[in-house]
């Protein structure tokens, strides 16, 4: 389970790490907020946590802040990303997966409108 201990805990396993990332993914799938190439956002994700950072959220995070580079978009509809923009997401994301103010601002920021 990705909860906020899962996110924020160094995980001795890879594979725990990417089925942390997963469950965030699939969680945040399930809140209207989608991303375009799941395989390529795994593939990133398992290259970072080969690379030696275990940590789920470390890795989520980098991903958000980098993955335009990489052809990874994030994406909602207009509903969604205002209800993001009024803060509905803010205490779900610090609470459930220890997302600190300025990285639900990073998350919040890259999600773009489904065209």
Known sequence: MANKECMNT???NTGDV???????????SSKGIVVNDLHKLINCCEHIADAGNKNP???????VKT????GIH???????????????YDF????????TP?????FV???GVVN
């Not at 779900?92 to 997302?99: D, E, H, I, N, P």
Request: aromatic content about 14%; overall charge neutral.
């Open 10 to 12: 160094s995980m001795a």
């Open 18 to 28: 990417i089925n942390s990332v997963k469950y965030f993914i699939m969680d945040m």
């Open 57 to 63: 959220l470390d890795i989520m995070m980098h991903v």
């Open 67 to 70: 993955g335009r580079k990489m």
């Open 74 to 88: 994030f994406y909602a509809d207009d509903k969604v990303i205002s209800d993001m923009r009024l803060g509905e």
């Open 92 to 99: 779900y994301l610090k609470s459930v997966y220890g997302f």
């Open 102 to 106: 300025y990285q639900v601002s990073v």
């Open 109 to 111: 920021s890259s999600v």
